[in-house]
């Protein structure tokens, strides 16, 4: 059932560990550090409620009769694809994209498990691929909001995780038990754990032939025994109010650590033990890694509508907008943002249908194109408007007391005034732009970004394997087969020689490569066996 925001928050006051400055918070919905980002995301659940966006935002599951996110449906056709991305949609334009972590992340990670429980397999009499099934249905039908934590520390890459200083670094099993496993170490990045009610676990980048210990998929609640949350430094604590920093104070969703000491995991919450080849492909046999693409690229592309608007806004403040080189910039700004939600659409339009059971999924291909650009795409994006602003972003009043105070209020406004607007609308609009552009929380943001779905080192050479690269050489192939020496012997005869069109085979094998993903084709999912894993370490 679709829960509320009350209860929501009521949730969080559930005796988890978090640690940030040095004290341990009592209740993560009433401190200081976390309470507005808390009260976000209980209006997002509270929409679900909305008369005007339940039908978006929900969906009826069969089995139950309840409505729960769209994000957890398992789509079966482009509709049911339509639909899950305008659910994600109109949760980002509430937050104007500035939160990645909200509940449909992970909802639409495990729709995308769900879809293929098979990838988990039976391993020593344990159907883990079961555990996935009923993992999915406990998360979507308490509604719950799950983080992730797949990242592992820095360690030594040249030795194993065995092999380290301290073995326990990366988070590894401690002792198998007959009720459950035992684990120690560490996870980091866990952006919005604070605020979730469980911790899915995983990693994300290949293990060591070696890592057998540390090859491990599991969830368990935030409230866990022996789990500790260590929150970085606290935006929304520190803005000094919402008119000076209107989006630090409500959407730090926080970024922590996760140590597990001694941590007891049943098994029925275990989904991959102790084996390297699954902890991997979980990833890349499943939609599940493209459905979790797909909410980013759909509140990037948010995003990045947002940050247009907001440099169409500067310029006409600024008086600028009519000045070519301006218009330019702002063209420019216009026409990756179309460009970027195109990527979006034609990922859906160009559907894979993944297996026989007739589970789709967002074109593959595209979607991690979306995933390549989208971080140059939001750096740029924040450096032209920057340049927009010029020296305006930085000078500005200290706070909003200097707007209230009497005699300062008034040489504010006599003496700081724009083309576009009055004094009061000015400092308003550089405060926003500087929120998201220059201070604390808009440099974490461009560097999250930079890294959201992993280094480039790490997912660009992804598409020489997703990304369709013979679509590329076959054509190339085509044109290199067009001509030859005899043909250059007579152009010299006789000048009566051009290039080939192709041949009915050579026009069937370029047609053949377009990839998959066209709707009227399927595609065969590769079985676990034949995916070619790339082993670090």
Known sequence: ???TGESYLESLDDGREVWIDGARVD??????????SARTIGRLYDMQHAPSHRDILTYEVAETGERAHRAFQIPRSHDDLVGRRKAIKLWSEATFGYMGRTPDYKASM????????????????????????AQYRHLRDGDLFQSHAIVNPMIDKRKPGNEQADPFIMLGVVEERDDGIVVRGTKTVATGAVLGHEIQVGTIEPLGREDDDY?????????????????????????????????????????????FEDVLVPWEKVFVYRDVRRSYLQWWDTPGFVFMCAQGATRLWTKLEFLTGLALKIAKMNGSYALPPVRMALGKLLAEVHGFRSLVLAAEANFEVYDETGVVQPNRAITFAGRALGP????????????LCGGALIQLPASYRDMVDETEGELIRRYVRSPGGSSDQRVQLFKLAWDVLGSEFGSRHEHYERFYLGAPYAFLPTLLSE??????????????????????????????????????????????????????????????????????G
């Open 1 to 3: 059932m679709s829960r």
């Open 27 to 36: 209740n993560v919905a009433s401190h200081a550090a976390f309470r507005n």
């Open 110 to 133: 495990w729709a995308g498990f769900a879809a293929a429980p098979g990838v988990f397999g039976i391993h020593d009499g344990r159907d883990y691929g079961a555990n996935v099934l």
């Open 215 to 259: 090859a491990l998929a599991f969830t368990v609640p935030l409230n866990t025994p022996g789990v500790k949350i260590i929150a970085r430094r606290s935006y929304e604590r520190d803005a000094t109010s919402v008119y000076d920093y209107p989006f630090s104070t409500c959407f730090d969703e926080n970024d922590a650590t996760i140590i």
């Open 376 to 387: 140059s795409l939001y750096v740029s994006f924040v450096s032209q408007i920057r340049e």
């Open 467 to 536: 990304g369709h690269p013979e679509v590329c050489e076959t054509l190339v192939d085509a044109a290199l087969e067009s001509y030859s020496i005899e043909d250059a012997m007579k152009e010299a005869a006789d000048g009566e020689v051009q290039l080939r069109l192709p041949t009915d085979e050579r026009a069937r094998r370029v047609g053949a490569v377009e990839g998959p993903g066209v709707v009227s084709g399927t595609t065969k999912k590769s079985p676990v066996r034949d995916r070619q894993l790339p082993m670090w």
